[in-house]
């Protein structure tokens, strides 16, 4: 749309690149063109405003197939005017001067037309197909009869308008139509979704056997091996009571083999001691034997000696010599009394 602003009695019109503008003057073309830029005055100019750019028209219709039944199509047709001269010939494109604003609706009148020329072809081929075939591979057709006949329509050719594409986006039955194709589709997805369900749990099912079998081959596993361990506990016991016994047995043989030994050798000992000491009280015995006799034998000599010193003596030097060696053996004497009759009597012996 034109941009349209005011300035005392004249009026300043402003295009966009996208649209075709024309001024007409008293029936005369003063200018015409896209981004167009002037000033005029609003009560002698006439002025049309056709847009070239692209533009897509959606299409939303019903049709009946082979079988008699309703699927409704849509469609996009994107048209452009590729002779805006011709199209504002034909079609009102004028636009109020003092505002800027289309004073109809030609782009709906466009859209009417497109339409209209777009359905019939589409009508045709649908008609006589099945629902099914309609459903499946019917777009491909569709949407070629449709290019054509909006390519070779001269109503378009003579109001300028090109068509760029026709497009069919789908084709699509009623609710109750389409949920009733939808069941055997729907039921063998729920059968394929059961089977997978089922294949699912029977799968976990075999997936808890198994872990509830490796659960027990542990627990069976782990009980061996406690009853291992137990034995092999039960074993090094067993082990170390023997160990110890035997080491006692080595220390009690060994300490009854040195008791044995040192009984043996204090039995030696002992009787190398008895044979020793035998043997020294022997010596001594003989020694103090040979002493005694040989005291003897001197003592004997002593006594011969004397015995031959006294033999020559006459008896009153004996008797002396006696008393003298008895007076030697008594004990001490300190005072001694001799009564006249005593000595008298002891003078009388030895007289005699």
């Given amino acids: 749309m034109a941009d349209v602003t005011r300035r005392l009695h004249l009026r300043h019109l402003r295009g966009a690149p996208t649209s075709w503008i024309s001024h007409t003057v008293k029936g005369r073309p003063k200018r015409a063109g896209t981004g167009l830029s002037f000033w005029y005055r609003p009560l002698t100019a006439v002025l049309s405003e056709v847009p070239v750019d692209d533009r897509e028209l959606p299409l939303l219709f019903h049709a009946r197939t082979g079988d008699f039944a309703d699927v409704t199509v849509q469609a996009t047709v994107t048209y452009r005017f590729s002779d805006p001269a011709a199209a504002s010939g034909r079609l009102d494109f004028s636009i109020d001067p003092f505002t800027g604003k289309w004073r109809g609706q030609p782009l709906d009148q466009v859209a009417t037309l497109l339409a209209e020329l777009a359905q019939q072809p589409a009508l045709d081929v649908l008609a006589r197909v099945p629902l099914g075939e309609a459903l499946t591979s019917g777009i491909a057709p569709v949407r070629q009869s449709v290019a054509d006949a909006l390519a070779g329509d001269p109503r378009l050719t003579e109001t300028g308008v090109s068509v760029v594409s026709a497009r069919v986006v789908a084709i699509r039955p009623e609710p109750d139509m389409e949920r009733a194709l939808q069941t055997p589709t729907r039921e063998q997805v729920q059968q394929e979704a059961d089977r997978a369900t089922y294949a699912r749990r029977a799968h976990a ?148």
């Fill in 205 to 352: 099912v075999q997936q808890e056997r198994q872990i509830a079998e490796n659960e027990l081959q542990s627990k069976i596993e782990l009980a061996r091996r406690q009853q291992e361990l137990v034995e092999q506990h039960g074993a090094n016991t067993r082990r170390e009571a023997e160990l110890d016994a035997e080491t006692q047995l080595v220390a009690a043989k060994a300490d009854a083999d040195r008791k044995e030994i040192a009984s043996i050798a204090a039995g030696e000992r002992t009787r190398r001691g008895a044979v020793t000491e035998a043997e020294a009280t022997r010596a001594r015995d003989e020694a103090r034997a040979a002493g005694a006799r040989i005291v003897g034998l001197a003592e004997a000599e002593a006594e011969a000696a004397r015995l031959a010193a006294y033999r020559d003596l006459p008896p009153a030097v004996l008797q002396a010599l006696a008393l003298k060696e008895l007076a030697g053996h008594l004990p001490a004497v300190n005072e001694l009394t001799i009564t006249p009759d005593v000595l008298t009597k002891l003078v009388g012996r030895l007289g005699q």
